[in-house]
């Protein structure tokens, strides 16, 4: 794959060109974009890959729900079901995807969940509801500029900035660097426990923000208690087990479960992998298994596995987490 991204490089110029000429056509009004009343607020990112963006949508919700009807949006990635779809008890996660479905599945009594690929159409299917959403989170749509936002949260991990990368397909950006612009908030997530002031600062001064920008640091914090369909116990519990991951970079869940000394087999599948007849027959021989909440979502349905499938839950910490919730809830309150 390292190989081919280097012989695809001479297409990156041609890549290029067309994402700037596309966001200069939002810029210059040629393309449209459709603002809503309701407050819309954006998580998304420059790169393909995991930046973090579920356990984001999931600190919005725990920040705000107190105060607003809330509904999310998503596309709804490799679903098996097409246009607007709203999560019902019914639902599964192969009808609206693996994160809405874990949306709902911790949200789903006090949020709206739903998916759509026309995130215009999308909401406006939200609005209709009775009561209709006060405000609306989407997930994963900072290039899909035909809704305009009222506020952008901009992701990037430490470990891959969106500043020292190039765009598809050589690199990881779905868009030139300079993108970052349209942000009011931008997250650089996954850091590690080192992190200092000096760290912070060269970040900042690499990242180089705007007046009206404000630059956050946050980290993922593991959970110390493993959880089941039906019970959950200490993490230090499980003497050996197969880990089981199909997200974008396992490396940081596999660095913390060594940190504890724990003894497992990794199966590293990729990305959103859909899991075939094989793949569940050989987990089926596995005594415990551990996978992360999103993968969860697919595999507990899988009755031979339940009974030895648990899930390691992650939330995110953020640096003046004070600062942002203040944002947060700014934004929210002018708009109604």
Request: charged residues 20%.
């Amino acid at each position: 794959m390292k190989w081919l991204r280097i012989l695809l490089y001479p297409i990156v110029p041609i890549y290029f060109c067309v994402t700037w000429l596309r966001n200069r056509f939002f810029d210059w009004g040629l393309k449209t974009t459709t603002t809503f009343k309701t407050p819309v607020i954006c998580v998304g990112n420059l790169s393909v890959g995991g930046t973090g963006k579920t356990p984001m949508i999931e600190y919005l919700i725990r920040v705000l729900e107190g105060d607003y009807a809330m509904a999310t949006l998503s596309r709804g990635y490799k679903r098996k079901t097409e246009g607007f779809q709203l999560a019902h008890e019914d639902t599964t996660a192969a009808m609206i995807g693996d994160e809405p479905f874990q949306f709902f599945n911790k949200f789903g009594q006090s949020v709206a969940v739903a998916v759509d690929r026309d995130r215009v159409h999308g909401i406006r299917q939200l609005l209709q509801l009775d009561p209709a959403p006060e405000l609306i989170l989407l997930d994963d749509a900072f290039q899909h500029r035909n809704v305009k936002a009222g506020f952008h949260i901009m992701l990037t991990t430490y470990a891959n900035p969106f500043f020292k990368d190039i765009v598809l397909p050589t690199g990881d950006l779905r868009e030139p660097r300079s993108g970052y612009k349209r942000a009011d908030v931008i997250v650089v997530t996954k850091c590690p426990a080192s992190l200092n002031t000096a760290m912070k600062t060269a970040y900042i001064k690499a990242i180089q923000p705007l007046a009206h920008q404000h630059v956050f640091f946050s980290s993922i914090v593991y959970s110390e208690t493993v959880f089941s369909k039906d019970n959950n116990k200490p993490l230090s519990h499980l003497s050996t087990f197969t880990l089981v991951t199909g997200i974008a970079n396992a490396k940081p869940l596999v660095a913390f479960l060594q940190a504890k000394n724990l003894q497992f087999e990794h199966l590293n599948y990729k990305d959103h992998h859909d899991f075939t007849p094989n793949d569940i027959a050989v987990l089926e021989t596995k005594e415990t298994i551990l996978t992360t909440e999103k993968d969860f979502m697919r595999l507990q349905h899988y009755s031979n596995l339940k009974p030895k499938l648990f899930y390691l839950p992650i939330t995110v910490q953020i640096d003046d987490a004070a600062l942002f919730n203040t944002l947060l809830k700014w934004y929210c309150s002018t708009q109604h």
